[in-house]
Each structure stands twice: as structure tokens, then as C-alpha cells.
Nanobody
Framework: QVQLVESGGGLVQAGGSLRLSCAAS????????MGWLRQAPGKERVFVAA????????YYADSVKGRFTISRDNAKNTVSLQMNSLKPEDTAVYYC?????????????????WGQGTQVTVSS
């Protein structure tokens, strides 16, 4: 059973950068597609980025493409999200999650087994 722990969130001014990390415990998540999702207060959970089990393919929401980079290190059992040129609209709780079956890779409904999340706040 995989347990996920997100870290790296914080308060940053618009235009700044943050790097989020997700660490797995209990077992490796190599072999699973992984994604980052985010949820602002009172809003729906949305897809942000995903990476294939091998790390060979990445996917991004249009809203973050060119600014965010997802990566993984299966040897270290971690997934990261480098966020540059942050905007106030990026403010949300960010979660990493393991992909499930039945949905496309860019559908937020296709991810489960979330960690506790990490808060990202971007001030104007």
C-alpha cells in the first residue's frame, strides 16, 4: 500500500518559483503513472501535470504549460513539480496522486490515493 506525502509549498510573490516534492512510503510507486492535482477553496479538483510510469511522457494542463515541469526519480521513490513564473491563479492545495483506470491521463477523476497536500499561495 502506497502512502504519499507532499511538501515544498509556501507563500511566494507572483513571478516566483517553488518546487514541490512527493515521497512515497510503504512501497515503491515505480510502475504507476503519477500526477499532480490542485484544488482551490470552494472549487473543483483539477488536473495539473502527469508523468508516465517510465518518466518518458509528460502531460500538462494548458494553464501551466511552459511554466511547470513534472519529473520523477523512481530510484528515490519521488515525484516533483517545479513551478516557475507563478501567478495568483496558481494558489491552491497541491496533491500528488496515483493514477487509476477508467479515465484519460489528463482527467482529474482518474487519480486517487492522495497525500495530505501542500498549500501554495501566490500573492499579487
Amino acid at each position: 500500500q502506497v502512502q504519499l506525502v507532499e511538501s515544498g509549498g509556501g507563500l511566494v510573490q507572483a513571478g516566483g518559483s517553488l518546487r514541490l516534492s512527493c515521497a512515497a512510503s510503504g512501497r515503491t510507486f515505480s510502475g504507476y503513472d503519477m500526477g499532480w492535482l490542485r484544488q482551490a477553496p470552494g472549487k473543483e479538483r483539477v488536473f495539473v501535470a502527469a508523468i508516465s510510469w517510465s518518466g518518458g511522457s509528460t502531460y500538462y494542463a494548458d494553464s501551466v504549460k511552459g511554466r511547470f515541469t513534472i519529473s520523477r526519480d523512481n530510484a528515490k521513490n519521488t515525484v516533483s513539480l517545479q513551478m516557475n513564473s507563478l501567478k495568483p491563479e496558481d494558489t491552491a492545495v497541491y496533491y500528488c496522486a496515483r493514477r487509476t483506470m477508467g479515465f484519460t491521463v489528463v482527467d482529474a477523476n482518474g487519480y486517487a490515493y492522495w497525500g495530505q497536500g501542500t498549500q501554495v499561495t501566490v500573492s499579487s
